[in-house]
């Protein structure tokens, strides 16, 4: 098979990746090649920290790292993630919780004797 057929289907199948960059981006990796970068293998995501609590964040990124520094490149799409609207979600999610606790406390009828537990009970319980 030459790469001149080769499609997304026979691609699928064959088990062969094909990375498709745009021209900028080849520019920038065929520049970056010219410096002795070194690949950083099995890095899963990258978090930068901007001000205000907002953080940036890169799911399976090409990470790089130059040898004679600190120095990482990181290729990848960020995405902004906020960290206040995932405490409101986990809030959202205990209340739910507890909301389904009380209510199935209430329907296996887990009150205290005496204290009526329905509104029939409530109303005509002293006739």
Known sequence: MSLENLTLEDNAASGVTVDLYSKPER?????????????VPGIQRVTLRRPKGVLLVVAQPE????????CYIVFGEAQVEDPTSAAQISAQQQLAASTQA???????GGFKDGIPKSLEDLMGGDE
């Open 27 to 39: 520019k920038a990796r065929k520049a970056l090649e010219g410096l002795g970068l070194k690949k």
């Open 63 to 70: 990470v790089y790292k130059s040898p004679g520094s600190d």
């Open 102 to 108: 009380a209510q199935a406390a209430h329907a296996s």
